[in-house]
């Protein structure tokens, strides 16, 4: 089983969509959640990081974590064409080491 | 600012041969920086964590005689695949941290590996 699980997807939804990306883990020692956006033959960049269990907004996007579930999400409204990207899940073990998810490949329509 | 840049960003070898993939810290300094690999449709996979002027840390499974990480300052780290095989063809990313509270990585645009 590997320690961070994300769905591959490809997940394609019409633009003004609201989208919703999940990743489940299953070690209990991850306290930081991360959510990357990663375009075509480039780095990922880090959209939001969060520490505890809840919810976390930063404009478009909401990342929500549940520990108790060992379960993370990330919310985009309004998705927008722009948005298409593979969104990766990361989880921080010890002080450096991050474990990414598969990544799951997202397309918004116009 | 928090550029990280690599070069190349696309190689191809013929198998035998050593590639070197270089990785900088464009406007910051990097305490650490990681090199991870990416298969086609797979996660990305932690290789190696350095430190400037140490000895890289490999992760379980990762052959440091094939995999050579040289960080010889706070912005460049370089990444040798020696003796490279068509397995061995994949897309090559790093990261650099400048360290402090957030410890947040910044990632370079990958380098793509094809050998031959």
């Known amino acids: 089983q590997k320690e961070v699980e994300q769905d591959p997807g490809p997940l394609s939804v019409p633009e003004g969509a609201i989208v919703s990306l999940n990743c489940t883990y299953s070690?209990?020692?991850?306290?930081?959640f991360m959510w990357y956006r990663q375009y075509s033959r480039k780095g990922p960049e880090l959209l939001m990081y969060t520490y505890s269990s809840g919810n976390k907004e930063d404009g478009r996007f909401t990342a929500q974590v549940d520990k108790s579930s060992k379960y993370i999400s990330l919310f985009i409204r309004d998705s927008q064409p722009s948005d298409s990207a593979t969104y990766l899940c990361?989880?921080?073990?010890?002080?450096?080491?991050?474990?990414f998810g598969q990544g799951t490949r997202l397309t918004i329509n116009p | 600012g928090a550029v990280v840049s690599q070069h190349p960003s696309w190689v191809i070898c013929k198998s035998g041969t050593s590639v070197k993939i270089e990785c900088r810290s464009l406007?910051?300094?990097?305490?650490?920086m990681f090199w991870y690999r990416q298969f086609p449709k797979q996660s990305l996979m932690l290789m190696a964590t350095?430190?400037?002027?140490?000895?890289?840390?490999?992760e379980q499974g990762v052959e440091k005689d094939k995999f050579l990480i040289n960080h010889a300052s706070l912005t460049l780290s370089t990444l040798t695949v020696t003796s490279a095989h068509p397995e061995d063809s994949s897309f090559y990313i790093c990261s650099a941290a400048p360290g402090g509270v957030d410890n947040e990585q910044f990632f370079g645009p990958g380098t793509r590996l094809t050998v031959l």
């Open positions: 070690n209990s020692a991850f306290q930081y």
């Open positions: 990361a989880m921080l073990e010890g002080a450096q080491k991050l474990v």
């Open positions: 350095s430190n400037e002027g140490s000895k890289a840390t490999y």
């Open positions: 406007d910051f300094q990097a305490t650490t």
